[in-house]
């Protein structure tokens, strides 16, 4: 998602958003350190999307 469809969003929505991603980026983590995952370049675009919610979050205080 990109930063404007997640201003959209409210706090709780970004809450859950940020679990999922959370939780995604750790599945990819293990699938990475077996080799059992494919598209490597999804790890830092999980990451950005991560800091992305993060920072929105601060915003609306």
């Given amino acids: 998602m990109n930063a404007a469809e997640l201003r959209k969003l409210s706090a709780e929505q ?3 958003k940020l679990a999922e991603s959370r939780k995604e980026l750790f599945d ?3 699938r990475h350190a077996t080799a059992q995952l494919e598209k490597t370049s999804n790890l830092p675009a999980t990451k950005r999307d991560i800091a992305r919610i993060l920072t929105i979050l601060k915003e609306k205080g």
């Fill in 14 to 16: 970004l809450k859950d």
């Fill in 28 to 30: 990819m983590r293990f």
